[in-house]
């Protein structure tokens, strides 16, 4: 008899201490504020005409702009991919050469709160994302655990060819891109 009990007992307490174990995670993680996937365009053509009157080979992106753009590709590539987990929201923060990203995610029922560090550089006509880790709450941990590899990102592909980059410089909150023009081919693209 009592060691019938002792059969029942241990796996029962092993999926109650489980239960419990789970429960308290997915209530760790459990977002603490609301974040969005909702961006506002860009005005490009304030920003070209601005270039073009200044004669300036270079536009800058304030934080927010970068927000939006980053939200805007998130929005794009979700729609692409068929992932397992779905972002809810997000928001871009950047800092010299640091893009911090906090998002919102959602795996089946489970939604979790976390953010994910990168480091950006520009080598080779390239905009390099490369993740250096993952918070959660006050813990860190590897971005491996989360599968996030290092972005490349051809900013180029969004301009037109007459437009070639020639450097990305990261300020405090903004982000410098240097380029060159073909000028006489501008006003043609500009009617």
Not at 32 to 45: F, G, K, P, V
Not at 120 to 138: A, C, D, H, W, Y
Not at 164 to 180: A, D, L, P, R, Y
Request: aromatic share 8%.
């Amino acid at each position: 008899m009592r060691k019938k009990r002792w059969i029942i007992g241990i796996p029962l307490l092993l999926a109650v201490v489980l239960a419990a174990a789970v429960a308290g995670f997915i209530s760790y993680i459990r977002p603490t504020h609301e974040l969005s996937l909702s961006y506002e365009e860009i005005d490009w053509e304030g920003k070209l005409l601005g270039i073009v009157q200044s004669g300036e080979t270079a536009l800058t992106l304030s934080e927010e702009e970068i927000n939006n753009l980053c939200k805007k590709g998130l929005a794009e590539r979700a729609a692409e991919e068929g992932v397992s987990y779905t972002i809810e929201g997000a928001d871009f923060h950047l800092n010299g050469n640091q893009l911090s990203a906090d998002a919102i995610v959602k795996w089946g029922p489970v939604r979790g709160e976390g953010t994910a560090y990168f480091a950006l550089s520009f080598e080779n006509g390239r905009l390099i994302m490369t993740p250096q880790s993952v918070k959660i709450r006050n813990h860190a941990f590897s971005p491996s655990l989360f599968k996030l590899k290092t972005i490349q990102i051809d900013p180029g592909q969004y301009l037109p060819e007459l437009v070639q980059i020639t450097k990305i410089s990261f300020g405090e909150h903004e982000m410098k891109i240097g380029f060159s023009i073909d000028w006489m081919l501008l006003p043609g693209l500009l009617k």
